[in-house]
């Protein structure tokens, strides 16, 4: 018995698309083995051994590559999203600053605006008090005046009496016989015209006023009127001096001229003093300003907040003591009509200033100086 044997081996390759998704494609790979058995008795026995191996690789292109593309737009749009969001905020943050920034000065500007109608309503004050003590003054010497004049009077009718008798025995006369009949009716009448002209004028110039206001009420005219009458708007007014009715004197005169130094000559000299003391406190003032100004540069935050409070402090007190100098100069310029050296006053009292700041100065370089080699 004679036994032989052969075999061969096949592969396969199949492609199909899956049902549940048409994307979905399959790769599948197939193993045949074939093998034969030969008997010698004239027998043969074929065996076919079949051995499938399938892989199944799924691909999914069109899916991926949709999410792919989905996932990009989302991206770029978060993005963009993300940079609106931060320019708006620096938008935000940019406007809170100036924002508050227009509100603090807005504030130091209501402040000093307070300080300054303050400081108004006192020298309006003060005003009134010296027009009211003026006029007083002014009546008690108009009464003066008459009570010296109707004494004078008084003297001449006792000295030329006599010479009168004869006339007022004659007045006398005619008026018991006449009965003040006629200075009777003339009074009456005359005072009755002047009743009626006065009320027709006193009427017509009420309605005069009412007609030329009628006429002014226009928006032009609000408008013009608000500029002209605020303060900030309008030029500085001009003070001018509005004597008495009887007061004969238009210009300064030394009260008490037998003393040896006049009350117009320590007027004069206690004001060249006081503009100069002004004139040291605007010089410190503006170094102070200067020096704050620089530290200012260097700080930050709640000290440079303080800084800055101290610099609108120093502003004001310079602001006041300009104002009291302009005073000052401005008695000095009233009383140099009567008053002779007042030029050379203010000169040396400015010399005396100019002096005390410059020392002061190099003290104070001096002290700074010293503290930089101690710290060295």
């Not at 009134?128 to 001449?156: F, M, P, W």
């Not at 006339?167 to 016989?177: A, E, P, S, Y």
């Not at 006023?209 to 030029?235: C, D, G, H, M, P």
């Not at 120093?314 to 000052?328: E, G, I, N, T, Y």
Request: glycine letters at 4%; charged letters at 25%.
């Amino acid at each position: 018995m004679c036994l032989r044997a052969c075999g061969c081996i096949c592969t396969c390759l199949r492609v199909c698309t899956c049902v549940c998704s048409p994307a979905c494609t399959c790769v599948r790979a197939c193993l045949c083995v074939y093998v034969r058995v030969y008997v010698r008795a004239s027998l043969c026995v074929c065996l076919r051994l079949r051995v499938r191996v399938c892989v199944y690789v799924y691909l999914q292109v069109k899916e991926s590559q949709q999410v792919k593309l989905l996932f990009s737009e989302q991206l770029s749009k978060l993005q963009t999203k993300q940079h609106q969001d931060t320019e708006l905020l620096e938008e935000i943050r940019t406007f809170s600053k100036q924002r508050a920034a227009i509100e603090k000065e807005y504030g130091q500007g209501l402040e000093q605006l307070q300080r300054v109608q303050g400081e108004v309503v006192d020298a309006l004050q003060e005003l009134h008090g010296i027009k009211k003590s003026y006029h007083q003054l002014s009546h008690n010497a108009n009464v003066a005046r008459e009570k010296a004049a109707d004494a004078q009077t008084r003297a001449r009718k006792s000295e030329h009496g006599i010479f009168h008798f004869k006339t007022g025995i004659h007045k006398m006369t005619t008026k018991q016989m006449d009965g003040d009949v006629y200075d009777d009716l003339r009074s009456h009448f005359t005072l009755l015209c002047e009743t009626e002209m006065d009320t027709c004028l006193a009427v017509h110039k009420l309605y005069s006023t009412v007609w030329e206001s009628v006429a002014k009420v226009t928006r032009e005219r609000n408008v013009l009127q608000f500029l002209q009458e605020s303060i900030f708007f309008s030029k500085i007014p001009e003070f001018t001096f509005q004597p008495a009715s009887h007061d004969k004197v238009s210009s300064l005169q030394e009260v008490c001229a037998s003393e040896a130094e006049g009350w117009l000559v320590k007027e004069a000299k206690k004001w060249a003093t006081k503009a100069a003391k002004d004139y040291k406190i605007i010089t410190h003032g503006e170094r102070a300003l200067q020096m704050l100004e620089r530290r200012l540069k260097l700080l930050s935050g709640e000290t440079g907040f303080s800084v800055e409070q101290k610099i609108a402090e120093v502003q004001d007190s310079v602001r006041k003591a300009k104002l009291s100098k302009v005073k000052a100069e401005a008695r000095l310029a009233l009383m140099s009509n009567s008053v002779t050296g007042i030029e050379l006053w203010l000169h040396n009292a400015m010399n005396q200033a100019e002096e005390e700041l410059e020392r002061e100065r190099h003290l104070s370089e001096q002290r700074k100086s010293t503290e930089d080699f101690s710290v060295c």
